[in-house]
């Protein structure tokens, strides 16, 4: 049976991430309940994405001076991207950058990711009205605390009129 438009609007859409109208300057963020990583992550990744051998063979890290074969650091920057999503910019608007990517220490497989981001800028749209403009800083921790890595990102957010205007 092919689905009409019609009947794609009978189902409802549940939204997590908030309007433009809701991201103040300083608030916090905490994104889920994290992500624990693992060697089978990092692998996958690797023969998809980036030939990396450092991150898929046992000796050549040892020999690099690892204790275990390192998570792929984009991987990890992947992840913690992929867990603010629900949070942030589900709703749509354009992505408009990374800035200040930053990797604070090495991971290995079964750490558990934490995310939290905080609201640095929020702006309306020069270029369009029915957007702002909303900068964050995310900061990935493990399960100790401790600073896996940190970036800022920025994406074009509907304004609550704009999204109310979509539901009519």
């Not at 079964?110 to 403009?133: H, N, Q």
């Not at 600073?147 to 994406?155: A, C, G, K, M």
Request: aromatic content about 10%; hydrophobic content about 40%; charged content about 20%.
């Amino acid at each position: 049976m092919k689905m009409t438009p019609t009947d794609l609007k009978s189902f409802p859409s549940i939204y997590q991430a908030q309007a433009f109208d809701d991201f103040k300057v300083g608030h916090v963020i905490r994104h889920g309940c994290g992500r624990t990583v693992t060697e089978a992550d990092t692998v996958l990744y690797c023969t998809l994405l980036h030939q990396a051998p450092i991150y898929t063979n046992r000796q050549l890290a040892a020999h690099h001076g690892y204790s275990a074969l390192p998570l792929h650091p984009y991987l990890l920057f992947s992840i913690a991207f992929g867990l603010t999503v629900a949070d942030l910019s589900e709703r749509g608007g354009a992505f408009l950058g990374v800035d200040r990517l930053s990797f604070e220490r090495d991971a290995y497989p079964g750490v558990t990711m934490r995310v939290i981001s905080t609201v640095l800028s929020a702006r309306k749209s020069k270029s369009d009205e029915r957007y702002g403009v909303v900068c964050w800083q995310t900061r990935a921790t493990n399960e100790h605390g401790d600073p896996l890595l940190t970036f800022e990102r920025v994406n074009k957010i509907p304004t609550r009129a704009h999204l109310e205007s979509m539901a009519a």
